[in-house]
T-cell receptor, first 112, second 109 residues
């Protein structure tokens, strides 16, 4: 089975721009979660989608949004980028939230 | 509420044992343990469910104390390949995982 894939792997943006990240889950997985990872903060939960519905959301501003398509692929959008948004963004897929999550390689975003 | 992991960092010699603790102020339904090596994605180690049994592999095991809302990861006879940052993720009733800040483990020859 192919693993979780994320595109792009690296991204450089400037403040004020917006960015869209993509995540393709493992075939058959309907739950996709997004995390932001920065040094010293660990993995911070952004949101989780299941069957095209956002089931859970973390404590991030409304600039962070996401969606999930009927094929379970998910996108995450960050608008009006700030310097502090520079991070590794990881998505993870699972059959359901309480089960094993499989992480993708991440998208490293640098905001200048 | 982010779970608290301790210690923040630990250095071991090959063959030594280590314990990593994870505690939460909220009721837990599940605890997930992951290991992340530098520059790589986190990799699943094990999951412990409320009311479930202790799980583990040969030399890595974990316990889940529901009453104390704590979990501990036990690494015995550590190997160089055990080096990395260990994260615990706690699942509550709301259906999302909250991860701790991680414990950096370094195993030296």
């Amino acid at each position: 089975k192919a693993g979780v894939t994320q595109t792009p792997r690296y991204l450089i943006k400037t403040r004020g721009q917006q960015v869209t990240l993509s995540c393709s889950p493992i075939s058959g997985h309907r739950s996709v979660s997004w995390y932001q990872q920065t040094p010293g903060q660990g993995l911070q939960f952004l949101f989780e989608y299941f069957s095209e519905t956002q089931r859970n959301k973390g404590n991030f501003p409304g600039r962070f949004s996401g969606r999930q398509f009927s094929n379970s692929r998910s996108e995450m959008n960050v608008s009006t980028l700030e310097l502090g948004d520079s991070a590794l963004y990881l998505c993870a897929s699972s059959l359901d939230w309480a089960l094993t999550q499989y992480f993708g390689p991440g998208t490293r975003l640098l905001v200048l | 509420q982010q779970p608290v992991q301790s210690p923040q960092a630990v250095i071991l010699r090959e063959g030594e044992d280590a314990v990593i603790n994870c505690s939460s102020s909220k009721a837990l339904y599940s605890v997930h343990w992951y290991r992340q090596k530098h520059g790589e994605a986190p990799v699943f180690l094990m999951i412990l469910l409320k009311g479930g049994e202790q799980k583990g592999h040969e030399k890595i095991s974990a316990s889940f104390n529901e009453k104390k809302q704590q979990s501990s990861l036990y690494l015995t006879a550590s190997q160089l390949s055990y080096s990395g940052t260990y994260f615990c993720g706690t699942g509550g009733s709301q259906g999302n995982l909250i991860f701790g800040k991680g414990t950096k483990l370094s195993v030296k020859p």
